[in-house]
Nanobody, 129 residues
Framework: QVQLVESGGGLVQAGGSLTLSCAAS????????MGWFRQAPGKEREFVAA????????YYADSVKGRFTISRDNAKNTVYLQMNSLKPEDTAVHYC??????????????????????WGQGTQVTVSA
């Protein structure tokens, strides 16, 4: 089973950038579809971005499309979330997650929280106005 540890969160001004990292251990990282989710105070956890096993296909929530970029380095067992043009509404705990239960993940599956069996502890991102 894979263990996931996020890092890179912090406090940034609106318009700034942050890069989150998620390091995996204990499993075959390249066999997992990886996703990023976030949860703001008082709100449900929501999908942010996902990337397929080989990194060839990416998916984004409409709210972050054009500002965030998900990528992965299977040699380093790490998935990244580059966040640019940050807004106060991006403030949330950001989680990485891994999914390996299906041979193929459609755009619907990758956006579904229940598809992910492995989760990190989360990293806080705070964007000030």
């Amino acid at each position: 089973q894979v263990q996931l540890v996020e890092s890179g969160g912090g406090l940034v001004q609106a318009g700034g950038s942050l890069t989150l990292s998620c390091a995996a251990s204990g499993g075959t990282f390249s066999s997992y579809t990886m996703g990023w989710f976030r949860q703001a105070p008082g709100k449900e956890r929501e999908f942010v971005a996902a990337i397929t096993r080989a990194g060839g296909v990416t998916y984004y929530a409409d709210s972050v499309k054009g500002r965030f970029t998900i990528s992965r380095d299977n040699a380093k067992n790490t998935v990244y979330l580059q966040m640019n043009s940050l807004k106060p509404e991006d403030t949330a705990v950001h989680y990485c997650a891994g999914a390996a239960g299906r041979a193929f993940y459609t755009s619907t599956y990758v956006k579904t929280e229940a598809e992910y069996g492995y989760w990190g502890q989360g990293t806080q991102v705070t964007v000030s106005a």
